[in-house]
């Protein structure tokens, strides 16, 4: 039995000792029968816990960031009218840090056979799947004196997606593939490998492209135009090791990386390319083949939704023998990961001429942009010394990036917030020099 506010209140008043607000029922009978009696009374009037039910139903999905509502309904079967707090718990990246008291914590009136529902509102801290844990009901009696309490395990799982914030880059890059594809009045002429119409010469014109026999056939000079290679195979594969696990400002290199994997994603599926996805590091974590473009966005999101860095070192072998599985034909595969020299001089660069031999590969890597600002820093000799290191940093990094490039490699080095764009960028570059 748990004794309220309310009962310590009135021992107060009438002068009880403190030991009658143990829950030993025989020492509060002995000392105050008609407050004891009372609270008897009020415990037995309470509505029983054990009999109540509970269903959910609401959001089971949320992009991080976003707000989720999940519903419970609770079922008071009793002939008893339920006067309960309720508590929903969740784990703690549920809400924000400070609001988890005041959105989690309900109270309710349910009428002798009827129902309510309540609803808990989750704002997700962190990417994956959030489970709900037990509800905890305290069943008050009329008098608010004594209550009965306890748990229920009501499953319900939401899974916070990631936020894709690159997606407001989509717009410009997808005008710029309208170019590419001759949609538009600026036209990209000469370029594409796939022929898509015949036109009259004007000045300015690729003289490679005219077509002499159709010139000959008509009273002017014609000319071929072209548009970029459709249906081409995208493998997107993401290093999921421990140097994603490293991270840049608030941001974990992984997120990052998946942003910029979902807006690629989302411009060559419209580009009409085919796009699959590979998370590796020791085994694969993941793995989208085969997908419609309808459902091939949603279904990289929640592949990549519950994804987190392993503490263990990429296997590049391992990787590149994956890589090569899924991409059985000439493919563009795109691999995030990091520019750090060790990983990539001991691990990519011995298996990279198996990837290069038959496919166009592109590595993107996560660049701290606090390295740029401490290059920058004087004034002292503490900033001196960390501008020789943030230096020091860059030039290793552009020299790892020069033994990429050197095997054929096409480097994306950017910040977080300019990945994504910047890999959408060099993707629309490799498409337009008719290189996928």
């Given at each position: 039995m748990a ?14 000792p ?7 029922w025989?020492?509060?009978?002995a ?20 009999t109540?039910?509970?269903?959910r139903s609401?959001d089971?999905?949320?992009?991080l ?7 419970l ?6 002939n008893?009218?339920?006067r ?6 969740w784990?703690p990246?549920?809400?924000l ?5 005041a959105l989690?914590?309900h ?7 009827e129902?309510?529902?309540i609803?808990t ?9 959030r ?6 009901v ?12 306890g748990n229920?395990?009501?499953?319900w ?18 005008a ?6 001759g ?7 000469g370029?594409?490998t796939e ?7 004007v000045?300015g ?6 077509d ?12 071929r ?5 459709r ?17 840049v ?17 989302a ?16 085994r694969?974590?993941?793995q989208?083949?085969g997908?419609?473009?309808g459902?091939?966005l949603p279904?990289?999101v929640n592949a ?13 072998r391992?990787l ?15 691999l995030?990961?990091s ?7 001991e691990?990519?660069l011995?298996?990279l ?14 660049a701290d ?13 503490d900033a001196?010394y ?22 054929g490699v ?5 910040t ?7 890999l959408?960028?060099?993707y629309?570059?490799?498409k ?5």
């Amino acid at each position: 039995m748990a004794l309220t506010g309310r009962t310590a209140l009135l021992a107060a008043l009438g002068s009880l000792p403190v030991g009658i607000l143990a829950p030993s029922w025989t020492g509060m009978l002995a000392v105050n029968a008609p407050l004891s009696l009372a609270i008897l009374c009020d415990y037995a009037l309470a509505a029983p816990v054990r009999t109540l039910r509970f269903t959910r139903s609401g959001d089971t999905s949320v992009r991080l960031g976003d707000s989720a509502e999940v519903q419970l309904t609770v079922t008071n079967p009793s002939n008893r009218r339920l006067r309960a707090s309720l508590r929903d718990a969740w784990p703690p990246s549920s809400w924000l840090t400070g609001t988890e008291q005041a959105l989690s914590r309900h109270k309710v009136t349910v009428p002798a056979g009827e129902r309510r529902r309540i609803t808990t509102v989750l704002r997700p801290t962190r990417r994956g799947d959030r489970q709900a844990e037990r509800v905890t009901v305290r069943s008050y009696g009329p008098l608010g004196l004594a209550a009965r309490q306890g748990n229920h395990k009501v499953p319900w799982t939401v899974r916070v997606l990631p936020p894709f914030a690159s997606r407001k880059h989509l717009p410009s890059r997808l005008a710029r593939l309208r170019e590419l594809d001759g949609r538009t009045s600026v036209l990209i002429r000469g370029q594409g490998t796939e022929f898509d119409s015949l036109r009259d010469y004007v000045p300015g014109d690729d003289t490679r492209s005219i077509d002499w026999r159709a010139t000959a056939r008509q009273t002017t000079v014609a000319v071929r135009t072209w548009r970029p290679e459709r249906d081409r195979h995208i493998l997107v594969v993401l290093d999921t090791g421990r140097t994603s696990a490293g991270r840049v400002g608030d941001v974990p290199r992984l997120d990052a990386s998946m942003d910029a994997a979902l807006l690629l994603t989302a411009l060559a599926s419209r580009a009409g390319d085919r796009v699959d996805l590979l998370a590796y590091d020791r085994r694969v974590r993941a793995q989208v083949q085969g997908r419609t473009a309808g459902d091939l966005l949603p279904s990289m999101v929640n592949a990549l939704a519950p994804l987190e860095p392993e503490l263990i070192e990429t296997d590049a072998r391992g990787l590149s023998a994956a890589a090569l599985s899924s991409a059985p034909r000439r493919s563009l595969i795109v691999l995030l990961t990091s520019l750090d020299a060790a990983p990539i001089e001991e691990g990519l660069l011995p298996v990279l001429p198996q990837l290069t031999k038959r496919h166009t590969v592109l590595v993107a890597a996560v660049a701290d942009p606090h390295i740029q600002q401490m290059s920058t820093a004087r004034g002292s000799v503490d900033a001196v010394y960390d501008a020789a290191a943030a230096t020091q940093t860059q030039a290793q990094r552009r020299r790892t990036a020069e033994q990429l490039q050197r095997h054929g490699v096409t480097v994306v080095d950017a910040t977080p917030e300019d990945l994504a764009p910047a890999l959408a960028d060099a993707y629309l570059a490799l498409k337009a020099a008719g290189r996928l």
